[in-house]
Every structure is written in structure tokens, then in C-alpha cells.
């Protein structure tokens, strides 16, 4: 078996394929599937353009995919390398999960360890994605109120902009088990962190009224939509001031898009997925978990298999049979971004650059503004649309998105912002723009083009069906 930190030769990943004969007797795989994407010979570090495009030619060439921040992209030599730890699953499963998959797993553990600067490998697990995290610590939070740990009407505080999912996690867990869930009203636009900051404050003040207490502070590092990045390191500091029991870091696009150094920001929990920014296949994400001796030990997977009750991370190592491929190729993306000038922080600094000019422009071409200074963005940036395009609800929002897809080719997610009291022709929609290692300035054009026909031609939300 050729190693798999490196695509195998072609002789060792045609022989591993079921086969048939062609009409000319040569024997061909029997599957699309399984024939090697075209990838450029590979270099120690990416020089060209045309080395980049090769990982991504598997993405759909006639559309402006500037939506990464949605599903993330993974390039074509690690889903080869993933194909082959599937195989090496389906052609003796027995010996992988004797022999392959913990140990595997357990170096890949090791791999976000150190990218994350945690103190041992046992506080870190690896699980399908963010919202699989969520609910392992949302679920140790309801035992805690129904075992009576935590008195009935204490508060769990998140972010109003939490993401949807996370939100239905805290109504599902916290609410039913008599959990006070305070949402913290954040500003849009934002100015300043300093507005963040001082919301948040409030925040806890009022979980603190009456003699009840904040158990559990959940704080996103990069809101989704609108697109922020939330100041975690003030915010887990004042969580600390204020008596909070445990401080959860919803940081789903946290890895390969902000900086993550869990010991300076000091929260219990800490959880990113790897398949938004750092090029993992969908979907795997990891759970960091502060070593602690007067925390609670009581975290569990919530689907409960054989390896309940040995820990965390081990429970989730194992939760029947399934594809854990996605885990299983994370020391080959490090290789993966390490070809590329400062790694992963060089990524990410590029990215971050290139989304600030292209949204610039957007917003300069559009005569409208970006939704937070460049310092408060990554990889992702709001875009204020121009306000004639008449969005007046989440519903239009939609079908303006749909608009750009069927007409125009362009991915983009867009937002609806409820005009406030007394404005005067507000900005009721922004666009959030992602940049990844494979978007070109073009697709940031296209999008300013089809817009600016959609204005010139007089269009209007209500013009759309239902």
C-alpha cells in the first residue's frame, strides 16, 4: 500500500479498482468515481495559477462560486487521497478497524492539536461538524438543570446572530430542560467592537438578575450571516470577571480563517469545522475540550456506541460504521497548505486582503458600504446592495439569491436587514462575499456587473414570484 501522505502511483490506485474490459481489451476502471482527477505535477510550494486551478477543476467553471464560506472547497489530490482511505475501508474492513482507524484518527487529533496550541491531544475530538459539537456541550448543559447541578431559570447567553442550527440546539437542550436563554442583541452595520462589548455586558448583567447565574456563555468567532468577527478574547475575559460557569466558542469558520490559539483565548470549549477553510472534505470538525480539574468530566457523543464511557474523544472516534475519511486526511491538508507561502497564516492573510479590496469595490461600485470596518472581517465580508433592488424580507433575500444563480451563475448569500425607525432610504441588503484560494477578481466583477443590470433595468424584489 502506497502511503497515503502523498497521492499513491498509478499502478498501486488502478490495481485497488474494480475493473472491466474495454471493447479493445484494455481493462478500465468501472466507475467515473474512481478515475483520478487531472492534477498538475506537484511541486514543494505552489508557484502558478495554473497549479491552483488544477486542484479545483472538479467546481462548475461557468459559475462565480464566491460563497466558500457556506460549504468550503477541498482540492482534488486530497479527495484522491480520501477515495483511497474509503477503499482501503471497503477492501478489508475488519483489519481498518483493528488496525487503521484509531491510531489514524488519533494522528489527526494530533495535527489540530498543535495548529490550535492546546496543551495535550485528550482535549481534542473529532466529530462530523460544529453543530455535532454544539449538541455535546448543550447536552452536558440540560443534565446539568435536570440533575438539579444548575437551578431552574439560570441563563445560557449566545449571540443573537448564533447560527440557526446552534439556536434550535439551545431551544431543543437548554430551554426544555428550564434553562433562561438570553440572546444578545448585536448591532448591523457594526462600527466598532466596542458595541459588541458593551451588549454583552448587559447581557450578563441580566442573566445575573434575581440571584440566578450564567452557566454557559456561547460566542460565536465569526457570526455567519451577518459576517462579523465577535472579540472572543474580551468577551471570554469578561465571562471570566462575571462568574460564567463555562464559555462554548461556536467558531465554525474558525480554522484557516481567523487566528486560533485556544490557551489566549481561554474558553472550555472551543469547536471549528475543517471542511469551510482549511480544505477538508465534508465533513469533519474538531471539539477542544479545556483540560481541567474542577471541571466536569460528564461530555459525551450524542449518538452513544460501544465506546461509551471511555472519554470523549474516543466515543467520538467511533460511532458505528460509517465513512471517516473526511478525519482520516487531515495531516495530508497540512501538507496540503503548507505548499503555499506562510502556510496556513499566509492563506489566510491573503484571503482576508483580497476580500477587503473586491468588497471595497463592490460597495464603491454600488455606492453603498461595507457592514464592518476591514478589521472586523476574514475570509468573509457584508456588502451593502443598492437599496432600489427593494429587499424587504428574508423571503426576498431568498429569491434575489435564487435570481443570481438561474440568471447570472453567481453564488452569494444574501442578507436582509430590517430598516430602522426614521431612515431614510436605508440599506435593507447585503451581500456576503467569501474569498478562497481558487476565486479570481473576475467572479467579484460578474457579481457588480449582473447587479448593476438588475439596477438599470429598474428591477424590484416584487417583480419576483413567490
Known amino acids: 500500500m502506497a502511503s497515503l501522505s502523498s497521492p499513491p502511483d498509478e499502478a498501486a490506485y488502478r490495481n485497488c479498482h474494480p475493473k472491466r474490459l474495454s471493447s479493445n481489451g484494455a481493462i478500465e476502471p468501472?466507475?467515473?468515481?474512481?478515475?483520478?482527477?487531472?492534477?498538475?505535477?506537484?511541486?514543494?510550494?505552489?508557484?502558478?495559477?495554473?497549479?491552483?486551478?488544477?486542484?479545483?477543476?472538479?467546481?462548475?467553471?461557468?459559475?462565480?462560486?464566491?460563497?466558500?464560506?457556506s460549504f468550503g472547497c477541498c482540492p482534488a489530490s486530497i479527495l484522491v487521497l480520501q477515495r483511497e482511505w474509503q477503499l482501503r475501508f471497503l477492501r478489508q474492513p475488519d483489519r481498518f478497524y483493528f488496525d487503521d482507524l484509531k491510531p489514524k484518527i488519533a494522528?489527526?487529533?494530533?495535527?489540530?492539536?498543535?495548529?490550535?496550541?492546546?496543551?495535550?491531544?485528550?482535549?481534542i475530538s473529532l466529530v462530523d461538524n460544529a453543530t455535532t459539537a454544539a449538541a455535546i456541550v448543550l447536552q452536558q448543559t440540560a443534565w446539568a438543570f435536570r440533575e438539579g447541578r444548575f437551578q431552574r431559570g439560570d441563563a445560557v447567553v449566545m449571540l443573537h446572530y448564533a447560527y440557526g442550527s446552534v439556536k434550535k440546539s439551545v431551544e431543543?437542550?437548554?430551554?426544555?430542560?428550564?434553562?433562561?436563554?438570553?440572546?444578545?442583541?448585536?448591532?448591523?452595520?457594526?462600527?466598532?467592537?466596542?458595541?459588541?462589548?458593551?451588549?454583552?455586558?448587559?447581557?450578563?448583567?441580566?442573566?445575573?438578575?434575581?440571584?440566578?447565574?450564567?452557566?454557559l456563555a456561547l460566542i460565536d468567532h465569526v457570526t455567519s450571516m451577518p459576517s462579523v468577527v465577535i472579540p472572543i478574547k474580551e468577551l471570554v475575559k469578561i465571562c471570566r470577571e462575571e462568574g460564567v460557569d463555562q464559555v462554548f466558542v461556536d467558531a465554525a469558520h474558525g480554522i484557516g480563517c481567523v487566528d486560533v490559539d485556544v490557551k489566549e483565548i481561554g474558553?472550555?470549549?472551543?469547536?471549528?469545522?475543517?471542511?469551510?477553510?482549511?480544505?477538508?472534505?465534508?465533513?469533519?470538525?474538531?471539539?477542544?475540550?479545556?483540560?481541567?480539574?474542577?471541571?466536569?468530566?460528564?461530555l459525551h457523543h450524542p449518538v452513544v456506541s460501544s465506546e461509551y464511557g471511555n472519554g470523549l474523544a474516543i466515543e467520538s472516534s467511533w460511532v458505528g460504521t460509517r465513512d471517516y475519511s473526511a478525519q482520516l486526511v487531515v495531516p495530508s491538508i497540512l501538507e496540503f497548505v503548507n505548499r503555499f507561502e506562510g502556510g496556513i497564516d499566509g492563506i489566510k492573510k491573503r484571503n482576508h486582503d483580497a476580500v477587503v479590496e473586491m468588497g471595497q469595490m463592490l460597495a464603491k461600485a454600488w455606492g453603498t458600504q461595507l457592514g464592518c470596518p476591514p478589521e472586523m472581517c476574514a475570509s468573509m465580508i457584508m456588502v451593502g446592495l443598492p437599496p432600489c433592488l427593494g429587499v424587504s424580507s428574508d423571503s426576498d433575500a431568498l429569491k434575489l439569491r435564487t435570481l443570481l444563480r438561474e440568471r447570472f451563475r453567481i453564488e452569494v448569500p444574501i442578507y436582509f436587514r430590517p430598516p430602522k425607525d426614521g431612515e431614510i432610504d436605508p440599506i435593507t441588503s447585503y451581500a456576503r462575499i467569501s474569498h478562497q484560494i481558487y476565486n479570481k477578481p473576475d467572479d467579484y466583477y460578474r457579481f457588480r456587473d449582473a447587479v448593476n443590470e438588475l439596477v438599470n433595468d429598474g428591477f424590484r424584489c416584487t417583480s419576483l414570484p413567490d
Open 267 to 298: 474558553a472550555d470549549f472551543y469547536t471549528s469545522n475543517l471542511h469551510k477553510w482549511f480544505f477538508a472534505p465534508p465533513s469533519v470538525a474538531f471539539l477542544y475540550c479545556k483540560k481541567s480539574d474542577s471541571a466536569s468530566p460528564d
Open 172 to 215: 431543543a437542550y437548554v430551554t426544555r430542560a428550564g434553562g433562561h436563554v438570553i440572546e444578545v442583541q448585536l448591532p448591523f452595520p457594526v462600527e466598532s467592537t466596542d458595541e459588541i462589548v458593551g451588549r454583552f455586558r448587559n447581557a450578563l448583567e441580566t442573566g445575573k438578575a434575581n440571584g440566578k447565574r450564567v452557566r
Open 107 to 123: 494522528e489527526s487529533r494530533a495535527v489540530i492539536r498543535r495548529l490550535i496550541n492546546a496543551d495535550q491531544v485528550d482535549e
Open 30 to 69: 468501472t466507475s467515473d468515481f474512481f478515475k483520478r482527477p487531472k492534477i498538475c505535477p506537484r511541486s514543494s510550494n505552489f508557484n502558478s495559477p495554473i497549479e491552483i486551478e488544477s486542484e479545483f477543476s472538479h467546481h462548475d467553471s461557468s459559475s462565480a462560486r464566491i460563497n466558500n464560506g
